[in-house]
């Protein structure tokens, strides 16, 4: 045969620490020792397995790094009207050659490592460089001229 009982709570009704003991004692998280999981810093030892258990050797600090996997260089880039206006300077300081009507000269010695095609171009020219746009081919034949990439290939 089942008993009814009544509800705790309807017995605590009156007491003023429900069955607690005194006041402070079950006040606050500080009478459990913090909130979470606190106390689990240097000393705290008898919690260390159930906190590797749970969340591995990262919990106590982060070792080493991560190295970036894509390392950004940056390329020194020439515009077509810049060349266009230093042609003769070059010449003066033998880092390009004149032969003919026909300006020679290889953007690598300067430090360039791609030409790219804004500005306009009025004397021909022959350039050798590693990188170069589209635009900037472009125009180098439409002045007459002709444009050498990386692998030696002319275009």
Do not use: W
């Not at 000393?43 to 790094?65: C, E, H, V």
């Not at 515009?79 to 042609?87: A, G």
């Not at 690598?108 to 589209?134: A, E, F, N, W, Y």
């Amino acid at each position: 045969m089942t008993v009814n009982k009544t509800k705790k709570v309807s017995r605590y009704r009156g007491s003023k620490t429900h069955g607690g003991g005194h006041m402070k004692k079950r006040r606050g998280a500080g009478n459990r020792g913090g909130r979470g999981m606190a106390g689990s810093g240097k000393r705290a030892d008898q919690k260390k397995p159930t906190i590797l258990k749970k969340f591995g050797n990262s919990y106590f600090g982060k070792t080493g790094f991560k190295r970036p996997q894509k390392v950004m260089k940056e390329i020194v880039t020439m515009n077509v009207d810049y060349l266009n206006t230093h042609l003769d300077d070059f010449v003066k300081a033998k880092l390009a050659k004149l032969s003919g009507d026909t300006y020679e000269i290889d953007l690598t010695k300067l430090g360039c490592q791609k030409l790219l095609g804004r500005g306009d171009l009025t004397q021909k020219v022959k350039v050798s460089v590693p990188m170069i746009s589209k635009k900037a081919i472009e125009k180098i034949k439409n002045a007459g001229g002709e444009a050498i990439g990386n692998d030696g290939s002319t275009e």
